[in-house]
């Protein structure tokens, strides 16, 4: 019984900052890779972070230097760390998480509930 919960959206005002958590609850060996998405109304979904198990990370155009993924292992849980915030990053932010329930076992993906993200003057 998996859980993904995203947590630490809000409002920001631009050049603001905000740091979103997704957490894994449950009986779990561990995450493998973790991604952040976002969608807007009206705009398709859009893949802003990508992280690995082995600390591989890659970023969408529009975040990168201003978005930074991180995982604490010890807590199953990943951050999204977002700085210098600006309009056009309003959206619901969801995470995706590739779990691991044994060593050896097989992988299988989890969406979170998604968290708002709201950014206005």
């Known amino acids: 019984q998996v859980q993904l919960v995203e947590s630490g959206g809000g409002l920001a005002q631009p050049g603001g900052s905000l740091r979103l958590s997704c957490a894994a609850s449950g009986t779990i060996f561990g995450l493998d890779t973790v991604d952040w998405y976002r969608q807007a109304p009206g705009k398709e979904l859009e893949m802003v972070a990508h992280s690995t198990s082995v600390d591989t990370t890659d970023y969408a155009d529009s975040v990168k230097g201003r978005f930074t993924i991180s995982r604490d292992n010890a807590k199953n849980t990943v951050y999204l760390q977002m700085n210098n915030l600006q309009l056009e990053d309003t959206a619901t932010y969801s995470c995706?998480?590739?779990?691991?329930?044994?060593?050896?076992?097989?992988?299988?993906?989890?969406w979170g509930r998604g968290t708002q993200v709201t950014v206005s003057s």
């Open positions: 995706y998480a590739e779990v691991r329930f044994n060593r050896q076992g097989p992988i299988v993906g989890y």
